[in-house]
């Protein structure tokens, strides 16, 4: 089946404007995580949605960051008035209802410049 | 909070050798799962291999096997017989399964040399 999916693969915009990333996780997964990775370094969590509770936002940095799942399902991260130490791989993974096992999409490469 | 320590940024070994990615964990938590992920210059993360905490016998898959120990909160990953597509960052990964969260390691760069 389908696994997670993510775009763009590489964004590259400005410092100081605003970015959506997306994620579409695997069909029926209940679970869907971000996660940041600056270059040659491990990941860092940002935000953990579960179902229909209410998402676990302790990673996110500052107020700048966002995300939504809609539905259950798609999920965007936005990030406003980007800045230069924002340059990272955005990496989301999901998981099904009662597993332990994360599934990662190919990240999104951001770039500002 | 969890910590998951990695100490070998950069590894290398010869193609068909056998190499031992250490992997060091601090937790207060008694149920949990540990994982080993491979990070390819691709950049997708895949599963390598995974350690209930409750069972005591060390997880095998073909070539990648590992060391568990509980006590001393260490999760050692062996890949056996080396082959060139090994090249990649192997995190380590704890997951804690009552706040549902994952703490990964800073990762280990290996290079299979042929």
């Known amino acids: 089946g389908a696994g997670v999916s993510q775009s763009p693969s590489n964004k590259v915009t400005e410092k100081g404007k605003d970015v959506e990333l997306r994620c579409d996780p695997i069909?029926?997964?209940?679970?869907l995580y971000w996660y940041r990775q600056s270059l040659g370094q491990g990941l860092e969590f940002l935000i953990y949605?579960?179902?229909?509770?209410?998402?676990?936002k302790s990673g996110l940095p500052s107020d700048r960051f966002s995300a939504e799942r809609t539905g259950g399902s798609v999920s965007t991260l936005t990030i406003q008035r980007t800045q230069q130490e924002d340059s990272a791989v955005y990496l989301c993974?999901?998981?099904?209802?009662?597993?332990?096992?994360?599934?990662f999409g190919p990240g999104t490469r951001l770039t500002v410049t | 909070a969890q910590t998951v320590t990695q100490s070998q940024p950069e590894m290398s070994v010869q193609e068909a050798e056998t190499v031992t990615l250490s992997c060091t964990y601090d937790?207060?938590?008694?149920?949990?799962?540990l994982f080993w992920y491979k990070q390819p210059p691709s950049r997708q993360m895949i599963l390598v291999i995974r350690?209930?905490?409750?069972?005591?016998q060390n997880a095998t898959e073909n070539r990648f096997s590992v060391n568990f120990q509980k006590a001393a909160k260490s999760f050692s990953l062996k890949i056996s017989d080396s082959q060139l597509g090994d090249t990649a960052m192997y995190f380590c990964?704890?997951?804690?399964?009552?706040?549902?969260?994952?703490?990964f390691g800073d990762g280990t760069t290996l290079t299979v040399k042929p």
């Open positions: 993974a999901s998981k099904k209802n009662g597993g332990y096992e994360q599934y």
């Open positions: 069909s029926g997964h209940t679970a």
């Open positions: 949605f579960q179902g229909n509770s209410a998402p676990d």
């Open positions: 937790t207060s938590e008694n149920n949990y799962y």
């Open positions: 350690q209930e905490a409750y069972k005591q």
């Open positions: 990964a704890f997951f804690n399964t009552n706040a549902g969260k994952s703490t």
